[in-house]
């Protein structure tokens, strides 16, 4: 995950070009690096991410897949607005942010992958700016892929409802703390 600038001349309609924030204007996940050579850095390999649907007429007509050349990528606040520009940019000023998630820590190698999915990509209605008071929740059905590497070996799935009893090894000895 990572947070970049939004063209706000394209994205909001603002014509100020230093409209928005200095540092990153939405928080997206990323999907995908291409890189020429896995070894060196080259301003031509590539970032991917998903913009969950931020920028179109509708949600269902949005574009939700970018990419980007790393030397095209970082742009100032003014060049981030720029009308003929790209609808985001990476702030080439000052700290950029981003996490990581890898997973459970697993010292022994013994989990595998699980991709969850969901049935709804919106939050409808959309909680308003300025406001304190989220929208009613609403239901939704989450999607569970797991791979199996190994087909002859079998699995448990564990789900936690305390964080903090998550381990990070000897999982099935300690299928108690989970529920």
């Known amino acids: 995950m990572g947070g ?6 394209l994205v909001e309609g603002d014509l100020d070009p230093w409209a928005g924030d200095e540092e990153y204007d939405h928080v997206v996940p990323i999907i995908g690096i291409i890189a020429a050579d896995a070894k060196k850095y080259s301003k031509k390999d590539k970032i991917i991410f998903s913009d969950n649907g931020l920028y179109g ?3 269902e007509s949005s574009q939700y897949i970018y990419s980007y050349d790393f030397g095209s990528f970082p742009k100032n606040r003014k060049a981030a607005n720029s009308p003929k520009g790209p609808v985001y940019s990476l702030s080439n000023k000052g700290t950029n942010y981003g996490i990581s998630f890898s997973g459970v820590m697993d010292l022994n190698g013994d989990t595998i992958p699980v991709r969850l999915t969901t049935s709804v990509n919106e939050e409808i209605p959309e909680m308003q700016d300025g406001k304190s008071k989220a929208p009613l929740p609403s239901p ?6 797991v791979t199996i590497p190994d087909q002859k070996v079998d699995y448990n799935l564990y789900l936690y409802k305390d964080f903090a009893k998550v381990p ?6 300690r299928a108690k703390d989970a529920s």
């Open 4 to 9: 970049v600038l939004t063209n706000e001349y």
């Open 57 to 59: 007429e509708d949600y």
């Open 140 to 145: 939704l059905t989450l999607n569970v892929k």
């Open 168 to 173: 990070d090894s000897n999982f099935n000895s």
